[in-house]
């Protein structure tokens, strides 16, 4: 494999590997020490399936269900398809784009989940012409800027994640689907098991700090938000036909970039990989 880093703060280029449910144990454990510094890697010209890619996420743990379709109907999903070509190829209507834009707010996957995804595994078949980019932001390096006093500030507080709050404001939640995901509680800064880096963890789900009233927990979540997020922070990937990207949940904000989708087709397959709240350790204040 060659590496090729993007930013000083994340992100990773490796080619000279072929992903497949067929790596042997040694690349399964480099790839993973690879995320596990970089955060979020980038694997061009992948030939890929949905069968491959699920064999692919099942070397790295257990998929996680797509909560949208397990919530609204109990049905096991392990796909998401990102963008707006349907499974027949025909394209959906605006209320799938008005839902979608949703991902255009700074977040991590499933953080609104009691157990919340590790790792996601997505794989781009057809892109637009223009837009349409993923940005990612490490919650790792937000945390390192910070103060040694807001740093002690944040380290024992408590943030409560709710799915019904970041997205019924963009497009209804299905009632069903709400009562699959009430609000869990997360450490606002965590540590990772293998390096013991720490790392915030804040987005668009956070809706307010245990123990605060209202606007003092928005202002300091918003505040978290923003310093993290600013441009000089953020990576951006352009998507090619072929693009396989893997990001780790644990550590990394991303967002999705408008595009026409009027004009243009977008399908990535999305997995994800379902995290091990006993692995990730709540950060003892120093």
Not at 91 to 115: I, K, M, P, V
Not at 216 to 222: A, G, P, Q, W
Request: aromatic content about 8%.
């Amino acid at each position: 494999m060659h590496l090729e880093p993007l930013h000083d703060d994340l992100g990773a280029t490796v080619s000279g590997i072929t992903l497949s449910g067929d790596l042997t144990e040694t690349e399964v454990e480099s790839i993973r020490s690879i995320i596990d510094q970089y955060s979020v890697v980038h694997f061009p010209g992948q030939e890929m399936t949905d069968d491959k890619q699920l064999a692919l996420t099942r070397l790295f743990g257990e998929p996680e269900a797509e909560h949208v379709a397990f919530g609204s109907t109990g049905t096991v999903n392990y796909f998401g398809t990102v963008g707006n070509v349907k499974d027949d190829g025909s394209t959906a209507d605006n209320t799938n784009a008005r839902y979608q834009s949703g991902n255009q707010l700074w977040h991590s996957d499933s953080s609104f989940r009691e157990t919340p995804s590790y790792l996601s595994i997505l794989h781009a078949y057809e892109v637009p012409e223009q837009g349409g980019d993923t940005e990612f932001a490490s919650m790792r390096s937000g945390y390192a800027r910070l103060g040694a006093n807001m740093r002690r500030t944040i380290d024992p507080l408590f943030v409560i994640h709710d799915y019904v709050f970041s997205r019924s404001p963009i497009a209804p939640v299905n009632p069903n689907h709400a009562a699959s995901l009430p609000p869990v509680v997360h450490p606002i800064v965590r540590t990772n098991p293998s390096n013991q880096q720490k790392n915030l963890y804040i987005g668009s789900h956070a809706r307010s700090i245990v123990g605060m009233n209202g606007m003092e927990s928005r202002k300091i979540l918003d505040d978290l938000l923003e310093h993290t997020t600013k441009h000089t922070h953020v990576t951006r990937h352009a998507w090619r036909p072929g693009d396989t990207v893997i990001w780790d949940n644990r550590c990394v904000l991303h967002r999705g970039t408008g595009y026409d989708a009027t004009r243009w087709r977008r399908r990535l397959r999305q997995t994800r990989v379902v995290g091990n709240e006993a692995g990730i350790i709540p950060c003892v204040p120093s």
